[in-house]
């Protein structure tokens, strides 16, 4: 995808590194947790980003949310950078984008009723005119699959889907363009997940919603989202539109997490190729030189360990960072 008009949001180059410990003599070390991201998203669409717990996935939501310090990069929202606000410049932009969290008991004050919570949300961000606000949030209640009598109840008087859905209100309060998901269903029963997905694609049908959609559930990212992104490491090693990615996917990390996920049909796992991972991905302290996934990898040769690949587009919108793919897609897994 070229940056245009229809890219609502577009990262470069971004790296969240934190400094952490202070040894013996005040030694500090880094840990890498996005190393050199970029992707683009365009309006009205859904990209995920999918990999093990570790891989920087959350790091990126936070970045992006400006909720943690962005140590390299760029992001844009529209003609906006908004990697560069800061201060009220920053404050009065945050109504464009905004952030739904795995945990619906933690994300709401126990003591606050619902309602509160939403017109909170709507005076902060001084959405419209005091007057309407409460009007504004019955709607929201309603739109988001709650009844209006529900908003004088505290938080413990709802399911935790229903929670989720008075986080998904407060979100929305401002009629946002952006919302970052950070695992919004895996709190919930499994039973409960789908109903929140089908009312997050029906808003986001409703409102021309942009999703960035984070989810270690490959279901769940399959059933979602337009484009995904694989991470290792703090890195995007594969990035594709859906079809493709879940058809044809060529890195081998990807193949591996493909080849694992027991919601996937077995015929269709690593097209029938079980790839076991071994070990551990290694420490965003230690960042191993060479292809971050070398350690691990069934196909890693000297050369893997010498140079890092770079994203290079192998297909029309697919792009692998693997030396060993090829136009021909990896040993023994050709492309066609
Ligand atoms: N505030 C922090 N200080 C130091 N290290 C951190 C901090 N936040 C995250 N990390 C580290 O950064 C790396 C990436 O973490 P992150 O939470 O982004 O991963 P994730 O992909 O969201 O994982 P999960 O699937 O478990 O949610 C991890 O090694 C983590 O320990
Ligand atoms: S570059 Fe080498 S080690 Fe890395 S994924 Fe490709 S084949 Fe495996
Ligand atoms: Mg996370």
Redesign the pocket.
Known sequence: MTAGDDVLLAVRDLK?H?A?GSGMFGARST?K??DGVSFEVRRGSTFGIV????????????AVMRL?RISNGRVHLGGTEISALEGDALRRERRRFQMVFQDPYASLNPRKRAGDAILDALNLMDVGDPSGRPERARELFLQTGLRPEQLMLFPHQFSGGQRQRIVLARALAARPELVVC??PVSALDVAIQAQMLNLMLRLQQAFGLTYLF?S?DLGVVRHMCDEVAV?YL?RIVERAGRDALFARPLHPYTLALWSAAPSFDPRERGRGRRIRLQGEPP??VNVPAGCRFAGRCPHAQAQCRAFEPELRERASGHWVACHRVDDHGVPDYPLG
Not at 51 to 62: H, Q, R
């Open positions: 969240v934190f952490v840990v947790a996005v990999g093990e717990s570790g891989s920087g996935k959350s790091s990126i939501a936070l943690l950070d695992e984070i270690h991470m703090g420490s965003p």
